[in-house]
């Protein structure tokens, strides 16, 4: 099974990811979990040092079309996203091996991450949902809502440095929230798209995603 963890940052997906992980491994299933973007590839060092603005992409003027001013306001963000979908992209081979093996894969983060947080950087939803339908397609895909208040207000243990640029954008990480609420919102079970009270305890969001891995393993 195919299962997809998303959310703002420090909503708890990691830790719910990992909390799963090690639930199903205990059923002696076999597991298989990947954390978008892979910051220890070498196209998921580019997307860190952008998120830590290193780096920027702009439209060379002479080469731009007529409307260079708004090209140059998105060339950045459409360079971001497509080197996460190369990332996601990258990774597909690895997670069919997993799956043709039997495996539970879990990501943590997927490809509506890519809807919410491009389309608050002003591309196209409808350009950034049909670009990444060439990825596998998760059975299960959790969206854990968290306030971006108590988001903000939580440390970050898996990565203790500096935020990245969302993470300091309150008003971008408003956007951001209601743009996974509308996505979620667009599908709806039987299709597989849970959204899960993000206030809840740790231990509460853990149990009910692993009662929906075994609804969904039982359904026929």
């Not at 990691?14 to 491994?25: E, F, N, P, V, Y």
Request: charged content about 20%; hydrophobic content about 40%; overall charge negative.
């Amino acid at each position: 099974m195919l299962i997809a963890i998303e959310g703002i940052d420090k909503s708890g997906k990691s830790l719910q990811a990992a909390m799963l992980s090690g639930a199903l491994q205990k059923q002696h299933s076999f597991v298989h979990l990947i954390s978008f973007p892979r910051y220890e590839t070498p196209v998921g060092r580019l997307i860190q040092a952008h998120l830590k603005q290193q780096w920027g992409a702009a439209v060379n003027p002479r080469v731009a079309a007529d409307n260079f001013h708004e090209w140059t306001c998105l060339a950045d963000p459409m360079a971001f996203q497509a080197l996460m979908l190369m990332d996601k992209c990258l990774a597909v081979q690895e997670i069919n091996l997993r799956l043709n093996d039997g495996y539970h894969v879990i990501l943590n983060r997927y490809w509506q991450s890519a809807v919410a947080y491009g389309a608050a950087d002003g591309l196209n939803w409808g350009d950034l949902f049909d670009m990444h339908q060439v990825l596998p397609q998760a059975d299960l895909n959790i969206l854990i809502d968290t306030p971006v208040d108590i988001a903000m207000a939580r440390g970050r243990d898996d990565r203790p440095d500096e935020p990245d640029r969302y993470e300091r954008d309150r008003e971008k990480l408003d956007i951001v929230a209601q743009n996974y609420r509308e996505l979620w919102g667009d599908h709806r079970p039987p299709l597989g798209w849970v959204r899960l009270n993000g206030t809840q305890s740790i231990t509460a969001i853990h149990e009910q995603i692993y009662q929906l891995i075994v609804a969904e393993e039982s359904a026929p």
